[in-house]
């Protein structure tokens, strides 16, 4: 299985502040053929289910604020929030869909400073 | 609207069976898989299971397999999984998700919980 690892399990910013949030995947989630990285992030507030924001590595789920990029190839990705809002606050998991099983990252929970 | 609406949860004792049922709606529920996705309380996503569209093909989290059974109706849109010997770590929170081919694990219902106890 491929084992996801984020960075830091924690993490506390100030309003209007840059967010960093890293995952790194025991094995490359890159297919060659597509030249696509397999690799998904998730919010979750309290009480609700998780929200896909970015897939693909880089791509934006419809609907997603533009403060919210992903960037990374292979093994190394970084989700950052570029000025952080009050509702942003909330756990943030990466996940793998390369290979069966799927498996997210421990969730890095994310607070106002 | 495009949702998917899980049920089916409750309170089990060790050993006991438990089917949980999700309602697609909004989407052609047939031309995606579908997984199961669960959360034990505090702890973060851990797959469980997916079936591919038309239910020929299926897999399971080693934790599960041979007690787990994902299927799925697409005559009445719904995926259901079946959980039989269950076990205190199993309860969680379970998600039904719908894949995305061109994107990702997109719609998640609000979930399920299951909670095994004596």
């Given at each position: 299985?491929?084992v996801m ?10 309003l209007?502040?840059?967010?960093t949030i890293?995952c790194k ?5 890159l297919y060659s053929s ?7 992030w998730?919010q979750?507030?309290?009480g ?14 419809s609907?997603?604020?533009?403060r ?7 093994t190394d ?13 909330a756990?943030?998991?990466c ?9 997210f ?7 106002i400073k | ?6 049920s ?8 006991g069976?438990?089917?949980l049922?999700?309602a697609?709606s909004g989407f052609t529920f047939?031309?995606?898989w ?15 299971s ?5 239910g020929?093909s299926?897999?399971?989290a080693d934790?599960?397999k ?11 849109n ?11 770590e ?6 039904c998700?719908?894949w ?5 694990f ?13």
């Amino acid at each position: 299985d491929i084992v996801m690892t984020q960075s830091p399990d924690s993490l506390s910013v100030s309003l209007g502040e840059r967010a960093t949030i890293n995952c790194k995947s025991s094995q490359s989630v890159l297919y060659s053929s597509n030249n696509k990285n397999y690799l998904a992030w998730f919010q979750q507030k309290p009480g609700q289910p998780p929200k896909l924001l970015i897939f693909w590595a880089s791509t934006r789920e419809s609907g997603v604020p533009d403060r919210f990029s992903g960037s990374g190839s292979g093994t190394d990705f970084t989700l950052t929030i570029s000025s952080l809002q009050a509702e942003d606050v909330a756990v943030y998991y990466c996940q793998q869909y390369y290979s069966t099983p799927s498996t997210f990252g421990q969730g890095t929970k994310l607070e106002i400073k | 609207e495009l949702q998917v609406v899980e049920s089916g949860g409750g309170l089990v004792q060790p050993g006991g069976s438990l089917r949980l049922s999700c309602a697609a709606s909004g989407f052609t529920f047939s031309r995606h898989w579908m997984h199961w996705v669960r959360q034990a309380p505090g702890k973060g996503l851990v797959w469980v299971s997916r079936i591919n569209g038309d239910g020929s093909s299926t897999s399971y989290a080693d934790s599960v397999k041979g007690r787990f059974t994902i299927s799925r109706d697409n005559a009445k849109n719904t995926l259901y999984l079946q959980m039989n010997s269950l076990r205190a770590e199993d309860t969680a929170v379970y998600y039904c998700v719908r894949w995305e081919v061109a994107g990702a694990f997109d719609i998640w219902g609000q979930g399920t919980m299951v909670t095994v106890s004596s």
